[in-house]
């Protein structure tokens, strides 16, 4: 019972020590996106390693009067690589919208673990073999899909305005028959 007692309250001293600045935010941030295109066939399974640079913007809201916020926004996410002679490109729009606990650990530093959905939508997707001409993976792959949703999850540290991060995301929706995208997040940004 002690044990429970101990835990309970250090559970209402987190959310007390939280409470304190209950106000909407918005964060710029870009990321760096080591990125996996994985083929999933049972018998078979390997994947594409992908480079990807993300520039967006969260803006979160508060509710319940706890420290809980929704946070939502939009990003541009470009994924990139170069091997054995093919040149890949992707460009999409990413919408996350996440739940975010922000755990005051004083005025100038922030603990922010979230969760949540993304929905992403490519603009582009094209492969180009060196001295042919380039693939468009939407026109030539007839089972290709430009929109994808997924899960992610992660934790940012806000230290003053800035905020660094790490986090992980899978796409549930597949980009092709047997392939989808699955990665890590890791982010720099000011709260704005």
Excluded at 19 to 34: D, G, H, I, L, V
Aim: proline share 4%; glycine share 8%.
């Amino acid at each position: 019972m002690k044990k429970i007692r101990m835990i309970m309250l250090a559970v209402f001293a987190i959310i007390s020590m939280s409470a304190s600045a209950q106000e909407p935010f918005a964060t710029f941030y870009a990321q760096y996106n080591p990125t996996y295109l994985k083929y999933d066939k049972s018998n078979k399974d390997f994947s594409d390693y992908y480079n990807g640079i993300t520039i967006g913007y969260n803006y979160a809201t508060p509710f319940f009067g706890i420290p809980l916020y929704l946070e939502f926004g939009g990003a541009a996410q470009w994924s990139f690589r170069y091997k054995d002679g093919y040149s890949t490109n992707l460009i999409a729009l990413k919408v996350p919208v996440n739940v975010l606990f922000s755990i005051n650990v004083s005025d100038a530093f922030k603990i922010q673990p979230y969760g949540g959905v993304y929905g992403r939508f490519f603009l582009l997707g094209k492969t180009k073999p060196d001295y042919q001409e380039s693939i468009n993976w939407f026109s030539y792959y007839d089972d290709a899909k430009r929109f994808q949703m997924g899960l992610n999850a992660g934790v940012k540290f806000v230290i003053s305005d800035f905020t660094i991060g790490g986090g992980y995301y899978y796409d549930f929706m597949k980009i092709r028959d047997h392939y989808h995208f699955e990665g890590f997040d890791i982010t720099l940004g000011m709260v704005l």
